[in-house]
């Protein structure tokens, strides 16, 4: 199983991005789907997760600018990102609970795309 993420750069303060991971390889059903961030001598932070039933939850300081959404039929997750400030600078991660099959599920990172907000 492979998650691949796209869609960083660079944009302005005030600007958007949006970011998508696709989940790729042999699997039953995948759980829920999250993104992480890790800014520069940080820890890595939960910024938001969706169930497979499309429950949602989101870490404070995005609550209203981003969106996460998914679309089970094509294993792919998305986060829109608006009203981006420059302390959402980060190398953003996206996650999958993997159940490959009725017994087991695994955990699946996806590589970083680095989002980058200038003041």
């Known amino acids: 199983v492979q998650l691949q993420a796209s869609g960083g750069g660079l944009v302005q303060a005030g600007g958007s991005l949006s970011l998508s991971c696709a989940a790729s390889g042999y699997f039953f059903r995948i759980e829920d789907m999250r993104w992480y961030r890790q800014a520069p001598g940080k820890g890595r932070e939960l910024v938001a997760g969706?169930?497979?039933?499309?429950?949602?939850n989101y870490e404070d300081s995005v609550k209203g600018r981003f969106t996460i959404s998914r679309d089970n039929a094509k294993n792919t997750v998305w986060l829109q990102m608006n009203s981006l400030k420059p302390e959402d600078t980060a190398v953003y991660y996206c996650?999958?609970?993997?159940?490959?099959?009725?017994?087991?599920?695994?955990?699946?990172w996806g590589q970083g795309t680095q989002v980058t907000v200038s003041s």
């Open positions: 969706i169930t497979s039933s499309g429950s949602t």
């Open positions: 996650f999958a609970e993997v159940r490959v099959n009725r017994n087991y599920q695994y955990d699946y």
